[in-house]
């Protein structure tokens, strides 16, 4: 007789998620910006797009005042991108820190706490938003003028539990493709944003034709100017073109960021030129006021925290 009872067991976990949002509420109010980077589809480079323009940022900052939430649990990629394979998170009696990557970038990735690249993550919708939760809350992010998420493709669990947990959020970037498939996934990623109340502060095309690295001619692969018109259809506004360039694909597997081991080059510019455009939109931003979340976008939280202290959850 001496167990606690269901109902003693939720009313415990329900404390603790109090309290863990009372601590995610305090760490993310030291961080100025928030902005996620989303795509409809996979395959169109979105967190390429975020890894450099992370270190486009970090040129204007000082050090250690970016950082990078990796929110997809189970392919993450962020870590090696950066060249930061096999990094840990420190911890100390303070507390769990981000792992430092280039330029001072604060980095959260799950790919920290695998114990080998092989190991999946194999989770279900509620433990993911838990995991999402606890690396806002519990990590120790410090003073930051913005914090970049890399959502994974598409509008599922982990893009919602952002968007449920960051009503304050400055606004998304959605990372496309020019080609006839990607207006459709593009649209929904629209839709997503709006439905919910984030700001979308733009539409990055990346793949904008192929930009030989001796010569410099460019060979349109996909439809030109696919994504400037997806943005004004859906009245979005459009940020940039980034070429396509084999080299990109090769830094980034050697775990140096693209915008740094080529800056010279047309994409490097276009990656600086988009930050420019994203950092001008802070700016006239400025202070950000949470906007309340539409009810069934709260139903779905509540159900979600009702799927956590169910004991019989499958994981």
């Known amino acids: 007789m001496g167990g606690k009872s269901q109902a003693q067991h939720a009313g415990l976990r329900r404390e603790e998620l109090e309290e863990q949002e009372k601590k995610l509420r305090e760490k993310m109010s030291r961080v100025k910006h928030k902005v996620a980077v989303i795509s409809g589809k996979g395959g169109v480079g979105k967190t390429v797009v975020t890894v450099n323009l992370a270190i486009a940022f970090a040129k204007k900052c000082n050090p250690g005042k970016v950082g990078i939430l990796d929110a997809d649990i189970h392919g993450p990629c962020v870590p090696r991108m950066l060249g930061m394979k096999g990094g840990i998170l420190r911890v100390s009696p303070l507390g769990a820190f981000p792992a430092t990557g280039p330029l001072g970038i604060k980095v959260v990735s799950i790919d920290f706490l695998l114990p080998n690249q092989e190991t999946p993550v194999i989770w279900r919708g509620p433990l993911k938003m838990s995991a999402i939760r606890q690396f806002l809350s519990d990590i120790t992010w410090g003073e930051l003028d913005l914090l970049l998420i890399d959502l994974p493709p598409g ?109 010279d080059s047309p994409a490097a510019r276009s990656f600086a030129e988009i930050a420019d455009k994203i950092w001008s939109f802070l700016a006239e931003k400025g202070s950000v006021e949470t906007k309340a979340r539409p009810e069934h976008v709260r139903d779905t939280d509540k159900n979600a925290l009702r799927q956590e202290d169910d004991k019989e959850v499958d994981c």
Do not use: H, W, Y
């Not at 539990?161 to 498939?181: F, R």
């Not at 839709?191 to 349109?220: H, Q, W, Y």
């Open 155 to 263: 509008t599922g669990d982990e893009a919602l539990s952002v968007m449920q947990l960051l009503p304050e959020m400055d606004g998304v970037i959605i990372v496309t493709i020019p080609s006839e498939v990607s207006k459709d996934v593009v649209r929904k990623a629209v839709t997503f944003a709006r439905e919910l109340n984030v700001p979308i502060i733009g539409l990055v095309e990346n793949m904008s034709g192929l930009v030989c690295p001796k010569c410099g001619t460019r060979i349109d692969v996909f439809k030109s100017g696919g994504g400037e018109e997806m943005a004004r259809e859906m009245s979005i506004s459009f940020l940039g073109r980034i070429p396509l360039d084999p080299r990109v694909c090769e830094a980034s597997d050697e775990g140096m960021p693209f915008i740094m081991s080529q800056e």
